[in-house]
């Protein structure tokens, strides 16, 4: 802890100048006296520092003592600070590590350099959890990666979605991806390769088994191609309807897939401004429920299986609400 506090008060120092005691201490949440033992510290292993006393003094490096990262150019600084994900960052237990590590690629930066990425920086956010979503609980996430990182093989409880009890695994750890926000462990399964959802992964072991990563596997690739099958694969059905241009405007909140396929097969709207088009569903079921968040603006043609499952639904709907305003009624009747 000692040894990096001073490297990061070394980078402060000459990444924004000149710094007061009182502001470093507020930095690293530690008291002024441990401040000036660490100047001390960094003194007497060489490092040019002094300091200047009175209302605006506070400690400096002697000027030109820096190092630079020779070869960076502009745009690959600026690469840098944009690629740093804070959130992910901290879900992994890299926080500190990713601010210590920007902290030295900007001090170790030449000077026409640093304003670019200083700027990147302050101008750019990346937030990568969807809207009207928080980031999901992860206890088991940073267990997960060490097995990742260290190629150990994983002995861990998954519970399957819609189940309660616990399935039992040993897997073979090939890597973590972010999609949206949710963490998934693609990971080899005997002769398989799967994904598995970490907020969905309890109890993770690492063991001390070493787990040979198969040398061809690429990770991006695998997940693209394995995206690409599943969301093929999700759709088990169709259904006809018919949509208002509001309704049209409205099939992104269904995902891209159905939007894409309502748009392509939309006809020519009627003197209404209503189209008809067949959009992708997974089941009568979740079809029925999936497109209730249309409300008015669809209409369902078919199939007649769809139709009345969505009928279903409302009428529980209709029935459950007038049940609950008839009894509303009646209290007020008879307070």
Same mark, same amino acid.
């Given at each position: 802890?000692?040894?990096?506090?001073?490297?990061?008060?070394?980078?402060?120092?000459?990444?924004?100048?000149?710094?007061?005691?009182?502001?470093?201490?507020? !930095?690293?949440?530690?008291?002024?006296?441990?401040? &000036?033992?660490?100047?001390?510290?960094?003194?007497?292993?060489?490092?040019?520092?002094?300091? !200047?006393?009175?209302? #605006?003094?506070?400690?400096?490096?002697?000027?030109?003592?820096?190092?630079?990262?020779?070869?960076?150019?502009?745009? !690959?600084?600026?690469?840098?600070?944009?690629?740093?994900?804070?959130?992910?960052?901290?879900?992994?237990?890299?926080?500190?590590?990713?601010?210590?590590?920007?902290?030295?690629?900007?001090?170790?930066?030449?000077?026409?350099?640093?304003?670019?990425? #200083?700027?990147?920086?302050?101008?750019? &956010?990346?937030?990568?959890?969807?809207?009207?979503?928080?980031?999901?609980?992860?206890?088991?996430?940073?267990?997960?990666?060490?097995?990742?990182?260290?190629?150990?093989?994983?002995?861990?409880?998954?519970?399957?979605?819609?189940?309660? *009890?616990?399935?039992?695994?040993?897997?073979?750890?090939?890597?973590? %991806?972010?999609?949206?926000?949710?963490?998934?462990?693609?990971?080899?399964?005997?002769?398989?390769? /799967?994904?598995?959802? %970490?907020?969905?992964?309890?109890?993770?072991?690492?063991?001390?088994?070493?787990?040979?990563?198969? /040398?061809?596997?690429?990770?991006?690739?695998?997940?693209? /191609?394995?995206?690409?099958?599943? !969301?093929?694969?999700?759709?088990?059905?169709?259904?006809? %309807?018919?949509?208002?241009?509001?309704?049209?405007?409205?099939?992104?909140?269904?995902?891209?897939?159905? *939007?894409?396929?309502? &748009?392509?097969?939309?006809?020519?709207? #009627?003197?209404?401004?209503?189209?008809?088009?067949?959009?992708?569903?997974?089941?009568?079921? %979740?079809?029925?429920?999936?497109?209730?968040?249309?409300?008015?603006?669809?209409?369902?043609?078919?199939?007649?299986?769809?139709?009345?499952?969505? #009928?279903?639904?409302?009428?529980?709907?209709?029935?459950?609400?007038?049940?609950?305003?008839?009894?509303?009624?009646?209290? /007020?009747?008879?307070?």
């Amino acid at each position: 802890m000692l040894a990096s506090r001073l490297l990061s008060i070394l980078m402060l120092l000459q990444t924004r100048g000149r710094m007061s005691a009182t502001a470093l201490a507020g !930095e690293f949440e530690v008291s002024v006296r441990t401040i &000036h033992r660490d100047i001390d510290q960094l003194s007497a292993a060489g490092v040019p520092v002094y300091a !200047e006393r009175g209302r #605006d003094g506070g400690f400096q490096l002697a000027d030109g003592y820096r190092t630079e990262l020779t070869g960076l150019s502009q745009s !690959e600084a600026e690469a840098l600070f944009l690629a740093g994900l804070p959130g992910p960052a901290a879900q992994l237990g890299l926080a500190e590590a990713l601010e210590l590590a920007r902290l030295k690629v900007t001090a170790a930066l030449p000077a026409k350099v640093q304003p670019g990425a #200083d700027r990147i920086a302050a101008r750019f &956010h990346l937030d990568p959890v969807g809207w009207f979503r928080a980031a999901e609980p992860l206890p088991s996430l940073q267990t997960v990666a060490r097995a990742v990182w260290n190629e150990r093989y994983l002995a861990l409880g998954y519970r399957r979605a819609g189940q309660n *009890a616990l399935q039992q695994r040993k897997l073979g750890p090939l890597g973590l %991806v972010l999609k949206g926000g949710t963490w998934y462990l693609v990971a080899q399964s005997g002769k398989s390769i /799967r994904t598995y959802r %970490v907020s969905a992964i309890f109890d993770p072991q690492m063991l001390d088994e070493a787990f040979a990563r198969p /040398r061809a596997f690429d990770l991006p690739a695998h997940w693209q /191609r394995a995206s690409k099958d599943y !969301e093929a694969s999700l759709y088990g059905g169709t259904a006809e %309807v018919r949509l208002s241009t509001r309704g049209l405007a409205r099939l992104d909140t269904l995902g891209h897939t159905v *939007a894409g396929a309502g &748009h392509r097969t939309a006809s020519r709207p #009627d003197r209404q401004g209503w189209v008809r088009c067949t959009l992708p569903i997974e089941t009568v079921e %979740v079809g029925a429920r999936d497109l209730l968040r249309l409300g008015e603006d669809v209409e369902i043609d078919g199939p007649p299986a769809l139709r009345a499952e969505m #009928d279903r639904l409302l009428s529980a709907m209709l029935t459950r609400h007038r049940a609950r305003r008839s009894r509303a009624g009646r209290r /007020r009747r008879n307070p």
